[in-house]
């Protein structure tokens, strides 16, 4: 009798070994359940947009090559004031705070090209550059949100964005992650490519 019964559960058994799992995944997928673990911190920009980093000038002095290397861009309509100073203070102890991959990444302070004088007074270590105002407008502001900080790639792709006020650990982690995903070699011929041209 035992034997009789143990065989017609089987198929059923069999069924909710493959069933059940699958159905858990559908329904995390479909509800769009993310593990915390693997969340982002700021706004990934999807499709992530080129934004030629390759093109913006020096405000002071020349721009370097950007080129190969990640970059935390805040964006500046008018002259730095206080919560200015202050979020570019924060940037830069997130930059720090990389440790070993901090030659990998520049802070920028963007301007637009309107403006003449620089909204930053020079700092070493701290890059004031500036772009068409179009693109300093599209980076301040997006949604109507005043935006604090972006990150972008090595390739000149805006990645991610951060609104006010600005989260400087979630960007530190976002950072970190990104780094430790992307291969020091890609950013090294990306930087001979721009050299080359």
Known sequence: MIDRLKGRWQPFALLAVFILPTAAAMIMVFSDWRPESF???????????????????????????????????????????EACRERVDRLNRVQIALDRDIERVRLVVLQPESLEAPVFEPVPGILNLSAADAVVDRL????????????????????????????????????????????EEAERRALEEAVNE
């Open 39 to 81: 969340t982002n911190n700021g706004d990934l920009v999807q499709p992530a947009e080129q934004i030629n980093p390759g093109q913006w000038q020096g405000v002071v002095e020349a721009a370097p090559i950007l080129a190969g290397d990640w970059l935390i861009v805040t964006p500046q309509r008018e002259s730095c004031g």
């Open 140 to 183: 301040a502001v997006h949604n109507g949100e005043p935006m604090a900080a972006h990150i972008v790639d090595y390739r000149g792709y805006h990645v991610m964005r951060y609104p006010r006020p600005l989260d400087a650990s979630g960007l530190l982690d976002d950072l970190e992650n990104l780094l430790s995903l992307a291969k």
